[in-house]
């Protein structure tokens, strides 16, 4: 079986390497991505199962690197997983809105966050 | 003759009176009244100046005193001659500002005083109370010698003479309820009387002197040998009796009502000016030779002040003593028609109309039965006064002599005198004055003149007379202040104009005019400048188009058109234009009174018509409302204004707490992410850890140090917040000691001294030596910052930081200077502000609020903090405080 891979694109060093250390164990392949402007172009580059997204990156927000991959064929269906800091609803709406597979609040459980990639990449 | 044909006679005289009277009052109402406003007619209305007493008394005078009489008729012939002078500011004056009375036209000037209005109508009325005795007692005498039984039914005579003289001035003196408009009738009425008495004195002068006397020569050898001819001048009388008849003729009212109130035209006074000397000539040509013809041919009791009757009826010549009873007849009804009508309008006026108004809520509201009362008070004061009239004819028991009486009437009027002058010549002249001046006068010629004329032992008794009031000689009612001998005559005119006028004189300059007083005062002493040219009320030059034009602007076409209409169909004329009559004109006025207020609307309609110069009154009263308006105006302007700003104030405060929600919304929305990212890898690490799952010791102490790091971080980012809440507040409390630069900075850079974030630091140690009076802690945390920044951000190989003290336009400065790349200029903008972190704030480790803690922590010290943008590397400038002196 290929090897699962996801692509976190995240700013916070902690917390990349929290998401790291729970889903490799899992056996999942995780590729990681600090910059916003930049990440559309990762996506593309890595080819990546599963997608997970900070909403607060720094130059470009996550909300606008959503929109760019749900416009584009072959970024279109890949599942994306968005995380954020921010908990108010409109910001759930908003992702929601643009195309996100699912919406999660930090801090989540690691078992939560595990259940989701694997729901979302079944 | 019969005394039945007599009273015949008499009957149809006044029945003729009356045709002649409504006549032309018919005439004037049908605007055919142009002969009837001819200077011969207003010449010959001046004819009332000769009353009763000048047409049977001046030969009783003559009788008594000789050539004295003539003073009566030399007074108002100076005044007429001198009419340039007084008479034709009186007229322009009573035109201009149209005046209905002597009493109106003193208390217009005296700043519309009602009290000035109140004192000369009281006047007006005690001094022509006698004066109406004198002429009922005239008439009642000149009856008595047609009568069968003389001596008997006077008063019942004198009544029935009193009620049909009120009737009369009842019927044409108030028939026009325009209390400004003329009385054609009555006018024409005295003219014809005027006709009357001056052919009756001149047909017995020529009986006497032609026929009795057998012509002029022989006429001067009678007088010479009679007793006339031995009288000689007094000269203090004569002056005396000069100054009074002026006096008189122009404060009188009857004279003033036929004068100024019916004069038509101003040019009238200057052919009155030589006809009425004319006029007075022709009735004192014969005077004396029916005097001494009179004492010569009568017995020696018969009365003097009857010879103009008697001596005809001596010798038989019934058709002319009926002349001359008709003379007598006319003299005594027109004075007291016209004086009726005269005081009865002042007393209306200044009496009974203010206080009518007084009595109704809301004053002065002209409404339609304002008129009705105006009207009434009018009649009912005719009444009153003629009553009054045959009540002291009753009481002073047709005692003394007829020009006695006169004269004390005149005395009595010509208190007016002071204040009238005052009136129309002296600006500075008062309302206290004049009220001063009248009372003082009136006061003094009561007690020295009226009040005696009833005799000693009358009301005054004869003790008094002797001795003075109380028994105090000074005030003996005809030797005041001790001046005795003089006559009683000269010395009541004396003193009471004397203190009249001194009274005046010194009141007027002890007080101020109030602003209408000032402003009337103007307008009367330079009548002349304010009023070029005062053209007489010309109705039917006014054109009901212009009218209509002008209404319609003001009622609205379509009202303006209805009250034309109507007004057309009233006067039985076809079309929408109405004759343009005074009653219509006042009817327009009420309207537009409705609309535009009195003032304007009586201005807009003389403008039109032209009938009458827009008085300064009216100028002032437009103004007032104008002014009212534009107050109103500007007040609403005021508010529309104030109203506006507070728009603008409530949109910018709603702009500012829209504002102050959006950043409200994103600072918690950061205060979130900040909170929630340490928390995120705390609780990752801590369940890893709690699983225990198989890693190794070093990965274990690992997430143990991220989790005590990130709570390290949480618990900072409290700290902040906390901090600049409470900076933001204004509720922290500084610590402010004396303290040296050098050493915060010390403890500053001992507090950043971290290994990972090493930077080098370079100072220059003897300028950071100032002494310092502020919280040192504050001023360390803002260093700690600025430093730990410059640490954090610094990307230079060798990071170094060089901190500069120096002055800067007389404030020490704190300059923190690295060798990086800067500071973006776009975070430059924003860096201050609370969360406004660099591009990259993994490597900040704070929460963003740093700079906002420093910069309000600056501010609170008194300082600042600056960014420097055009140096190499990041540069922040910390501005001290201002150097205070350090608390002893």
Redesign the interface.
Known sequence: MEERKVLLIE?????I???R??LS?DGWRVDTH?DGKSAVEAVRERAPDLIILDV?L??RSGYDILNDLRGAEETHDVPVLMLT????TKDRELAERLGASRFM???????EILETVRELVG | MSFDLLALVCASYVIGLFAIAFWADKRAEAGQSSWLNSPLIYTLSLSIYCTAWTFYGAVGYAARSGMEFVTIYLGPTLVMVGWWLLLRRLVRIGRTQRITSIADLISSRYGKSNLIGVLVTLLAVVGTMPYIALQLQSVTLSFDVFSANPGEGLNQTAFVVAAGLAAFTILFGTRNLDMNARHHGVVIAIAVEAVVKLVALLAVGIFVVFILAGGPGSMMDVISASPIAEQSIRPERWTVLIALSAMAFICLPRMFQVMVVENYDERHLATASWAFPLYLFLMSLFVVPIAAIGLNVLPDEANPDLFVLTVPLEFDRDALALLAFLGGFSSATSMVIVAAIAVSTMVSNHVVMPIWLSQRQGGATVSGDVRSVVTLSRRLSIAGLLALGYLYYVFSGGGGALAAIGLIAFTGMAQVMPALVGAIFWRGATRYGAAAGITVGFTVWLWSSFLPSFGAGGIISADVFENGPFGIGMLRPQALFGIDGLDPLVHAVFWSLLLNTFAFCLVSLLTLPTPLERLQGATFVNVFRYSENAPGWTGGAAEAEDLLMMSQRILGGREAQDLFISEAQSQGKEGYLPDVTPAFLERLEREMAGSVGGATAHAMLMQITGGEAVSVEDLIKVADEAQQILEYSSQLEAKSAELGRTADQLQQANEKLVALSVQKDGFL?QI??????????????S??LM?G?NMSSGERQRYSQ?IH??AIRLTRLLDDLLDLSVLENGQVTLNERSEMLDAILDRAIAATATPEQYIEIQREPPMEAVPLFTDGDRLAQVFINLISNAGKYCDAEEPKLQIEVHMLDGRRVVDFIDNGTGVPPDVQKVMFEKFARG????AAGGAGLGLAICREVMKRLGGDVIYLPDREGSAFRVVLPEARQAAA
């Not at chain 2, 979130?672 to 690490?685: A, C, G, K």
């Open positions: 700013d916070e060093p902690n917390i390497e929290a998401i250390f729970i164990r600090s607060m720094p130059n800091a921010r908990g108010q609040t930090k801090p989540f459980s690691n078992r | 929305s979130s992410h900040e909170l929630r990212t340490p928390m995120t890898s705390i609780r990752s690490f369940e890893i699983q799952e991220i790091d990130e591009t990259d704030h993994r």
